[in-house]
C-alpha cells in the first residue's frame, strides 16, 4: 500500500462522524496497525511498516524556543537571583506560545543557567485564603538600611484575596503612630475599609495581654475592623506577606546601596507598580494581583486555557509546522487578551 492510500486512511478515519474504532473495522485493519501508522506519521512524517523505535523530527518542539527562553532567562537576572521556569513559561504565554515548565526547565539545565537541586521538603501548613477582595488585609514591617541615614521602616498593607499591595509606607519609625497613618491612607486611596486586619504581634500593633490599647489597637476598634493576631514566632500565618516581602528584597533591595531615603522610594515606588500590575503570580494562577483584585483573572485564566488547548489540538492533528501555528495565534483575539497590560505613569518623587 502506497504512503498515499495510507494518507488517505487516517483523513477519514480522523474525519468519520462514526466511533473511531468502528472506522478502523470497517477498512479491515486492526487498531494497532492503525496507531502505528499514526504515531509515524505525526512522530517520524513517514508511512513506513517498519517496527521499532520511532524517533522524533530533527527539529523538536523545545529546539523552535530555546533561544527565545535563554535571551528571557538572561534579561531577569537580578544581582543574586534570577528568574525561574515559571516565570519564564508565564513571559511566553504572553505570546502564545505554551510550553511546560519541566521543558523550560530542561532547557535552562542543558544551557547551563541552572543547576539541579534537590527538592526541599514540603509542610502541610493550614492553609488559609479570603473569598473575596477586602475582607481581610494583611500588614506587616520590612526594615532596609540607607548609607549615612540608617535604618528606614516600610510598612505594607496586602489584600488576602488578591495578593494586592494596597499601599506602602516608608518612614525613619516604627511605632503605632505609623501603623495607624499607614491603614488610614490605605483606606482612604482604596475607598474601602476591610472587614479584618491580620498582624503579628510587635509593639506597634499589640500592646500585649491585660494592657490598655495602644494606639493602634484603638483606631481599629473605632473604625469597626476585627483584629485578628498571629500566633507567637510563627511567621507561616502571614505568609503572604512575608513572602511579598522576600521578592522585594530580591528584586529591588539587596540590588544596590541606597545613600538617601527618597532614592529608597522611587526604587519601592517602581517595584510595587510592577508587583501589582505587570508581574504574574503563581498562587493566583498566574495573573497579576490587580488583574484579581479587579474580577478579570477568571476570564483571563479561562481564555489562557482556551487557547493552549487550541494550539495542543492543533499540534497533534495539524499537517502544518509550528511555524505556522504560531503566526496563526498571533491574530488570535485570546493572545490580544492575554498581551493587554495595565499601564500607567509611575511618578518618581
Known amino acids: 500500500m502506497s504512503k498515499e492510500d495510507k494518507l488517505d486512511i487516517l483523513s477519514i478515519i480522523e ?24 504515531l509515524k506519521y505525526y512522530l517520524d512524517n513517514c508511512l513506513d511498516d517498519r517496527r521499532g523505535r520511532y524517533e522524533r523530527k530533527e527539529t523538536r518542539l523545545a529546539d523552535l524556543y530555546r533561544k527565545q527562553i535563554r535571551a528571557i532567562r538572561q534579561q531577569g537576572v537580578f544581582g543574586k537571583y534570577a528568574i525561574g521556569p515559571e516565570t519564564i513559561m508565564g513571559k511566553l504565554e504572553d505570546e502564545g506560545i505554551f510550553l511546560s515548565h519541566e521543558t523550560i526547565r530542561q532547557i535552562l539545565h542543558q544551557e547551563g543557567l541552572i543547576e539541579p537541586r534537590a527538592k526541599a521538603p ?9 473569598p473575596e477582595p477586602n475582607v481581610l488585609w494583611q ?11 540608617g535604618y528606614v521602616y516600610v510598612f505594607s498593607v496586602l489584600d488576602d484575596h488578591s495578593r494586592k499591595i494596597m499601599h506602602w509606607r516608608a518612614s525613619p519609625l516604627a511605632t503605632g503612630k505609623e501603623a495607624v497613618e499607614t491603614l488610614k491612607e490605605a483606606m482612604e486611596l482604596n475607598h474601602v475599609t476591610p472587614e479584618k486586619l491580620l498582624t503579628d504581634r510587635g509593639t506597634q500593633f499589640y500592646s500585649g495581654t491585660g494592657k490598655r490599647y495602644g494606639q493602634f489597637e484603638k483606631y481599629l476598634e ?4 476585627k483584629h485578628i ?16 516581602h522576600r521578592t522585594m528584597r530580591q528584586l529591588c533591595l539587596n540590588l544596590k546601596v541606597f545613600s538617601d531615603p527618597i532614592e529608597l522610594r ?7 507598580d510592577e508587583y501589582n500590575y505587570r508581574r504574574k503570580h503563581k498562587a493566583i494562577g498566574r495573573v497579576t494581583p490587580h488583574q484579581r483584585y479587579t474580577g478579570q483573572a477568571k476570564e483571563i485564566i479561562e481564555q489562557r486555557d482556551k487557547l493552549r488547548q487550541q494550539i495542543i489540538q492543533l499540534r497533534r492533528t ?18 490580544s487578551l492575554l498581551k493587554k497590560a495595565y499601564t500607567r505613569e509611575v511618578v518618581l518623587v
Open 139 to 149: 500588614m506587616d514591617i520590612l526594615h532596609a538600611f540607607v548609607l549615612g541615614f
Open 15 to 38: 474525519a468519520s462522524p462514526i466511533k473511531k474504532q468502528q472506522a478502523i473495522t470497517l477498512f479491515g485493519m486492526s487498531p494497532v496497525r492503525y496507531y502505528r501508522w499514526q
Open 229 to 244: 493576631l498571629a500566633r507567637v514566632k510563627h511567621p507561616q500565618t502571614l505568609g503572604k506577606i512575608e513572602r511579598y
Open 122 to 130: 514540603r509542610h502541610e501548613y493550614k492553609r488559609f485564603e479570603a
Open 222 to 225: 473605632a473604625s469597626g475592623i
Open 266 to 272: 522611587r526604587a519601592i515606588r517602581v517595584f510595587v
Open 318 to 335: 495539524s499537517y502544518i509546522s509550528e511555524e505556522q501555528i504560531q503566526k496563526e495565534i498571533a491574530t488570535s483575539e485570546i493572545v
